[in-house]
T-cell receptor
């Protein structure tokens, strides 16, 4: 079945440094890749997404890259701040077969002040 | 953006009983989903709630255990039946307006504890 692998499971960075989270997906029909941030006790919130016809997308300190050939996509957070500390989930979805979204295992990001 | 509410927000239940979770979306949406999230874990898709027809369940989840209703475009329920402690988890409703490329929103979740 469909699968999304996410690495690392835990990431600790110093405030101001960059953080990179990587994901791979198995379903070649996937064409939409959202990233969610989940703070403790709260619901997942979409922070950025990318569609398969785009290789890179940026929104202020957050960027996402996609390599369809390799089935890889990554989240880049620059100039990290303590409030970036949370669990981040990558996900993959497609326009056929029920539109369901499959999530990666999550990355717990710690930003040390 | 779609606003999604769920109730109850949390509950403590006895083994063998059933709990029905309600999900309400503030606008008509095409797709509604139910996820389970164990503490410290990722989101696992239970099923897609289909309006006016039986839900589509993922591997490992069955209708007898997790019956789902979706009578209209803005409302769905998930029942956790014959509960055991292993069912203790957070259950999240999710919705998306159009196709797979539309933003998917989540409800606040229902924290279920089974004793």
């Amino acid at each position: 079945g469909e699968n999304v692998e996410q690495h690392p499971s835990t990431l600790s960075v110093q405030e101001g440094d960059s953080a990179v989270i990587k994901c791979t997906y198995s379903d070649s029909a996937s064409n939409y890749f959202p990233w969610y941030k989940q703070e403790l006790g709260k619901r997942p919130q979409l922070i950025i997404d990318i569609r398969s016809n785009v290789g890179e997308k940026k929104d202020q300190r957050i960027a996402v890259t996609l390599n369809k050939t390799a089935k890889h996509f990554s989240l880049h957070i620059t100039e990290t701040q303590p409030e970036d500390s949370a669990v981040y989930f990558c996900a993959a979805s497609r326009d056929t077969g029920g539109f369901k979204t499959i999530f990666g295992a999550g990355t717990r990001l710690f930003v040390k002040a | 953006s779609a606003v999604i509410s769920q109730k109850p927000s949390r509950d403590i239940c006895q083994r063998g009983t059933s709990l029905t979770i309600q999900c309400q979306v503030d606008s008509q949406v095409t797709m509604m989903f139910w996820y389970r999230q164990q503490p410290g874990q990722s989101l696992t898709l239970i099923a897609t709630a289909n309006q006016g027809s039986e839900a589509t369940y993922e591997s490992g989840f069955v209708i007898d255990k997790f019956p789902i209703s979706r009578p209209n475009l803005t409302f769905s329920t998930l029942t956790v039946s014959n509960m055991s402690p292993e069912d203790s988890s957070i259950y999240l409703c999710s919705a998306r307006r159009q196709g797979a490329s539309d933003t998917q929103y989540f409800g606040p979740g229902t924290r279920l504890t089974v004793l």
